[in-house]
């Protein structure tokens, strides 16, 4: 997974709207192999991402930190069929939300979309198909 990606998609709005999404990320392996950190770049929004694996409870954990104050904690159980599922909660000004991201790494192809459990629902807040 490790290395740059030029990301294309749509930020979902209120209303069925969405806004274009142009973004970059760097993911690298990082504190001597054990944590894979992600810097996602896009107008406007900075995010830090830092993952590691617990031998323990056999599951990854997830923290997000953004440039806005927001952050999240989130866990997967890891690949299966294809695709990495992440759910946790996200915290900012406005209040908590669960979420879930996905994750489908295909050679140099990375597709990645959000969730939000609004309203009762889970409604999609991203989507992004990403090249390296």
Not at 16 to 44: F, H, M, R, Y
Not at 61 to 74: E, K, M, P, W, Y
Not at 79 to 91: D, L, M, Y
Request: overall charge neutral; charged content about 25%.
């Amino acid at each position: 997974m490790a290395g740059t990606y030029t990301c294309k998609g749509n930020r979902m709005l209120d209303a069925g709207a969405s806004t274009p999404l142009q973004a970059t990320i760097v993911v690298k392996l990082d504190l001597d192999n054990a944590w894979l950190t992600a810097s996602w770049t896009e107008k406007g929004v900075k995010l830090v991402d830092h993952r590691t694996f617990d031998d323990v409870s056999k599951q990854w954990t997830r923290f997000q930190l953004a440039s806005d104050g927001s952050h999240a904690v989130l866990t997967s159980i890891g690949e299966k069929a294809g695709e990495t599922v992440w759910e946790g909660t996200s915290a900012s000004s406005t209040g908590s939300v669960q979420q879930r991201h996905h994750e489908q790494l295909n050679g140099k192809e990375l597709k990645l979309w959000g969730e939000a459990l609004l309203g009762g629902t889970w409604q999609k807040t991203y989507e992004a198909a990403c090249k390296r």
